[in-house]
């Protein structure tokens, strides 16, 4: 637990790379949802971080990575913030925080399930421990709708898809309320898992 935030409010942070604003748009809606579940909530750019900034993830509670999909994968400017945080690897500084990760395409799939299988080995690397995204798939039945939570039926982390010819403000609603959803989960099992170390220590 971040020593300033006390038991009730994790701190969490939302570290992310976005080229053209669609993933920070996106970035924004995972904070609003740990924000609306009680976290206290940081968002970071990972291109342009500062050694301030590096400090406030290193004393988070949870760290929930977020990347654009570029050539199958994470991008360059995700990637370079990934190996800069390889001292930290060294170290433990993010050993059992809490993690957890969204990805964002051009196509429904633009091969983003293995942009997030990235995000999810750089928090076992550091050994953080993994929030799945935790909803049901949407829109995969006759009856179902590209409305749903969850449309593009991921597990691991959240998978939004932005047409590439729409601006930053047009990200899908449905991702965006996943994304919410995401967010929202993760400052819940931080606080949990808070709350479960607190119970341990005093029970000792
Ligand atoms: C260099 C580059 C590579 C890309 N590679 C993929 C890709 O592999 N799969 C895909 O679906 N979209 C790909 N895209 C499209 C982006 O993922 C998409 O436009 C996304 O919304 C960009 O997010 P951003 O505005 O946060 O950077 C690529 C875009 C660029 C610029």
Known sequence: MSAALGINRPGVIVAHHSGWGHTAALADAVAEGAR???ATVTTLAVDHITEEQWTVLDEADAIIFGSATYMGNVSAGFQTFAELSSRRC???AWRDKV???FVNSGSKS???LHALMSLSVLAAQHHMHWVNLGLFPGWNSSTSSEQDLNRLGFFLGAGAQTDTDVSAEQV???DVLTCRHLGGRVAEVTAQLLAGRAGRAAAA
């Open 36 to 38: 609306l579940a009680g």
């Open 90 to 92: 060294m170290t433990g």
């Open 172 to 174: 899908h609603k449905s």
């Open 99 to 101: 993690a957890a990760g």
């Open 110 to 112: 633009g091969d983003k």
